[in-house]
């Protein structure tokens, strides 16, 4: 009755039903990690954000690699703005996705060491080889407060670290390639900075990350989760049919032959 199913073809179709429901488990699990670790993220965030900002230099020092459980820590830093050492960052987005740049510039403490800070964001100006126009920092001494962040790589954020520049250009946020230009010590990582916020509104300030989207991500597991049970459910829905046409091809050949078969009926007297 079920011999059609050690047929070439039904043995291809059953090895690959077998071979796709590890496939789609895996797969679902993969996206409820990714759910996880967007949830775990947001609470760190919220966490971070929410708790009592500390002096840059309790979190970070020269040449230290701030780690992720202090990305968007509170800190505040009293300095000197070097606006002759004030470089941009290109192809940045404002918080409504228009394109221009970062603006970066060295805060010098009282011992001389340097923190990077990023001023914001600022319009591009047409001319990508011009060095655009940068409203003026405050002058003298101040403390500013803002979000600490890590170096940015290219390996983290798919950024690649072109060449050939213009002057005053960067691609990437590193406190190590900045400690390069400003032949001085330099704090590892940057902040973000959140306060003084510019009168004018330029540069402006970036907004705090996103604490309450966690993604489509457990929809997709619970997608995938439901492709595994739908694999066993169709093979049988197949087999049937299978099995039904089968059937009915082989009732009907045997009245066909019956029909054959059958003696002619007597010519009328």
Not at 190 to 209: H, K, M
């Amino acid at each position: 009755m079920y011999r059609f199913l050690l047929s070439r073809q039904w043995v291809i179709l059953t090895l690959l039903a077998l071979a796709l429901i590890p496939a789609m488990i895996e797969l679902g699990f993969w996206q409820l990690h990714r759910h996880e670790r967007k949830v775990a993220q947001n609470s760190l965030i919220s966490a971070n954000l929410a708790a009592k900002p500390v002096p840059v230099t309790e979190l970070t020092s020269p040449g230290h690699s701030v780690p992720r459980a202090d990305y968007w820590r509170g800190v505040t830093v009293t300095g000197t703005f070097d606006p002759e050492h004030e470089v941009v960052v290109r192809r940045r987005t404002s918080n409504d996705d228009r394109v221009g740049y970062h603006v970066l510039i060295p805060l010098i403490m009282k011992d001389g060491r340097a923190v990077i800070v990023n001023r914001g964001w600022i319009p591009a100006n047409g001319d990508q080889h011009a060095f655009p126009s940068i409203p003026a920092p405050p002058e003298g001494e101040v403390t500013i407060a803002g979000r600490l962040k890590a170096d940015e790589t290219s390996a983290v954020t798919g950024i690649r670290d072109v060449g050939d520049l213009p002057p005053r250009q960067v691609m990437l946020i590193s406190s190590r390639q900045q400690q390069e230009e400003l032949g001085r010590t330099v704090l590892g990582g940057y902040v973000e900075l959140t306060s003084p916020v510019p009168a004018d509104g330029s540069p402006q300030p970036i907004r705090n990350p996103d604490d309450s989207s966690i993604g489509p991500h457990m929809a997709y597991a619970v997608q995938w989760w439901l492709f595994v049970a739908a694999v066993p459910v169709g093979w049988g829905i197949l087999v049937r049919n299978e099995k039904r046409d089968r059937a009915a091809a082989a009732a009907a050949k045997s009245a066909e032959e019956t029909d054959a078969g059958a003696e002619p009926e007597p010519a009328n007297a």
